[in-house]
């Protein structure tokens, strides 16, 4: 027996609620449409028409669940989902509905946390829109001309969508009046705290009317969301939608293994492997991202950065490049590529791993778009391989290891595609017998392999090998420190215990120099290390032991880090002196000092 489950509309659009299950076969002239295209959610016509146009056809999943509510419920709201599944229409076409088109005051308010997702949202509501009438709306960003949007609101705008600092701008220069307020949408809301947004969120919250609906869409529910919730909104209606699935299905997550200094070059091999590779590599920081989109223009590569440097107009010609294809792939920051709405991307490219499994969910999730499959391709170290890991078991995913293409591999695709693509070529007009003569004339002495060898050689002349040795790598123990035979086995050597692990964001390279600036001891005194969690234990030549033995402890950020010969330990491992009893930590990747206080040291 069929069940409607959640919601039925009955074409008076009256919405009933299905606590009793109801039994459709056993009500024959019951009139209902269930939830599954966007004519049974009590949208209007021109609403309906303007979808059509854009090419919407069925509903997302929050889409399905949150419209009939936000139609027919005058309450607060909460829509828990990812980014990417279609929040902006899940609000925006009831906005559409709702509001009072004659009423050229400001109704509706939309907080987004940056630029480039505030652009899209105000593009998709003119876009809904288009048949409606007089609907204004206005798109207020910082970086942008201040006086120009003050203007823009002089002449009346209902529905408002900015970022959170400019409109505490222009609210401070009475330039937004919001004493009409319906409704407060915040879009995004975990991503605007994590930009650092909480004092300006609370201060826009509290000078808004008490008397509107608050709906807010976000991915994640941590507490500082739940305190706003507690603090300015009335028993809200939540819909929760796929938060468990964070991962597009159609992605295939991939890793290569590589040398922190190998990476440019390792890019360049797959950019040169194929050419029709487009997408945003991602990096950490504005340095990383204005120095990578260096690298690659310099070497020939049609890139450009994102990043928050640079002015709104900048950003705009990036993303009019970029979106034109000019451009092959945008080098990004998180934080800029917010909001970047191109269906079409090839590839996500990991130049870092970020820190936490929602980026790397939000950056997966620019490609794959519109029922594509797409690669997110992450470029690490051997140091990351707790990261693949982590991210495995958090998202539920599986990463699959690349093959790093060869000079040889990439010749030989460049030239089967130019080959091909010469074989099939037609000139659409008479060629000039003069230059078919001319033609003749150099090469009539040629053989066909001689012709061909010149042609493949200027085909592949731009293709440079670097002057580093690439190899695809694994995740063995056996190509890291300790190669030589001597480390091979134990019997030279005498194990010790130090109280940093993986936690305090250690590498082998990084506690290798801290033992060596704290003691006497050389690399070459040292064998094999090994890195936990919370501790990490390193071998040394039995001839420098009494180096070791020197140790003792050292410090770092502010606490003493124990250091002692590993048969010392027994049950000590993990107590107070080594910096670690259990603790519970979050479900991140970032760390911060166990105790003490002041600045982490960098080596």
């Not at 797409?374 to 391989?385: F, P």
């Not at 690439?470 to 030279?492: C, H, L, V």
């Not at 250091?563 to 760390?591: I, P, T, Y």
Request: net charge positive; hydrophobic share 40%.
């Amino acid at each position: 027996m069929p069940v409607i489950s959640p919601f039925l509309f009955l074409k008076n659009k009256d919405l009933i609620s299905e606590n009793t299950k109801l039994n459709v076969s056993s009500r024959p002239n019951f009139k209902y449409f269930i939830l599954n295209d966007f004519k049974a959610l009590g949208l209007s016509h021109g609403v309906l028409t303007a979808l059509e146009s854009m090419g919407f056809e069925q509903p997302t999943p929050i889409q399905e669940q949150t419209i009939p509510i936000l139609l027919a419920d005058q309450s607060d709201f909460i829509g828990l989902a990812q980014t990417g599944t279609g929040k902006t229409a899940a609000f925006g076409l009831p906005l559409m509905e709702l509001l009072e088109f004659d009423d050229r005051n400001t109704q509706a308010l939309i907080l987004a946390p940056t630029r480039e997702l505030a652009q899209q949202i105000a593009s998709q509501l003119d876009s809904f829109s288009q048949n409606l009438g007089k609907l204004k709306t206005v798109c207020v960003y910082g970086g942008a001309s201040i006086s120009t949007q003050i203007s823009q609101l002089k002449r009346g705008a209902q529905i408002i969508v900015a970022t959170p600092g400019r409109l505490i701008d222009l609210a401070e220069r009475k330039a937004v009046h919001l004493d009409q307020l319906r409704y407060l949408i915040l879009d995004e809301a975990d991503e605007m705290l994590n930009m650092g947004f909480k004092e300006a969120l609370d201060q826009i919250l509290s000078f808004t009317p008490e008397d509107k609906l608050t709906w807010l869409f976000s991915a994640t529910m941590p507490a500082e969301i739940r305190r706003i919730v507690k603090s300015y909104m009335h028993d809200p209606k939540e819909v929760k939608v796929n938060v468990a699935q964070r991962v597009n299905e159609n992605i295939d997550h991939q890793f290569v293994i590589t040398k922190a200094s190998e990476k440019p070059a390792v890019l360049k091999r797959f950019l040169d492997f194929d050419m029709d590779l487009y997408g945003v590599i991602f990096c950490r920081t504005k340095r990383d991202t204005q120095s990578l989109a260096e690298i690659l223009v310099e070497a020939g590569y049609p890139a450009e950065p994102l990043h928050g440097d640079l002015s709104q107009a900048q950003r705009d010609a990036v993303m009019k490049r970029f979106r034109s294809g000019m451009l092959r792939v945008l080098v990004a920051t998180d934080v800029a590529a917010r909001g970047i709405d191109v269906n079409n991307l090839t590839h996500v490219i990991h130049y870092a791993l970020p820190n936490d499994a929602e980026y790397y969910t939000h950056r997966s999730g620019r490609t794959a778009r519109a029922g594509r499959t797409g690669i997110s391709l992450s470029l690490i170290t051997k140091a990351d391989r707790r990261k693949i890991s982590y991210l495995e078991s958090k998202l539920g995913i599986t990463f699959n290891k690349a093959h790093i293409p060869n000079m040889e591999e990439i010749s030989a695709n460049r030239i089967a595609r130019w080959a091909e693509s010469l074989a099939s070529f037609e000139a659409d007009f008479k060629l000039p017998k003069e230059a078919i003569n001319q033609a003749y004339a150099h090469l009539a002495d040629f053989s066909r392999e001689e012709l061909i060898e010149k042609l493949v050689g200027r085909e592949l002349s731009h293709l440079k090998d670097e002057p580093v040795k690439i190899e695809n790598q694994d995740f063995d123990e056996s190509s890291d420190r300790g190669s030589r035979s001597r480390r091979d086995g134990d019997e030279n050597m005498v194990r010790f215990f130090i109280g940093v692990g993986l936690m305090d964001q250690f590498n082998k390279g990084k506690l290798l120099r801290l033992i060596c600036d704290h003691s006497k001891l050389t690399s070459k005194d040292i064998g094999r290390i090994s890195l936990q969690r919370m501790h990490s234990y390193f071998d040394v030549e039995a001839d420098s032991v009494a180096k070791a033995d020197a140790i003792k402890s050292l410090e770092l950020d502010g606490r003493n880090v124990r250091v002692n010969r590993d048969d010392d330990n027994k049950a000590r491992v993990g107590g107070k002196s080594g910096g670690g009893g259990k603790k519970k930590r979050k479900d991140n990747f970032r760390s911060s000092p166990r105790s003490g206080k002041g600045k982490k040291k960098r080596y």
